[in-house]
């Protein structure tokens, strides 16, 4: 009651595949599956290059408060920032 049954879900799907038919329904599906791969793959790349501008810039910044020396790498990002 209020629920939906298996019957009625078979229905369902039987007026989706002969409105759309089996190859565009195919071809959606695998798009569908290629964009949340992408988006996935995306975001585990995020991840690993967790490092951006502003966190150079601050580590760059931090090293100049406490007196460190700055290597040769160092001395050019902060040249490239201003």
């Known amino acids: 009651m ?16 002969l409105l ?7 071809g959606m599906g695998s798009d569908l599956g290629s964009a949340v791969k992408g988006f996935k793959k995306a975001m585990s790349d995020e991840e690993q290059g967790k490092k951006d501008a502003d966190f150079e810039q601050q580590k760059l910044a931090d090293k100049k408060e406490q007196g460190e020396p700055l290597n040769e790498q160092d001395k050019a990002k902060d040249k490239d920032r201003v």
């Open 20 to 26: 759309f038919g089996t190859k565009k329904l195919r």
């Open 2 to 17: 209020g629920g939906i049954s298996i019957w009625q879900l078979l229905i369902v799907v039987l007026i989706v595949v």
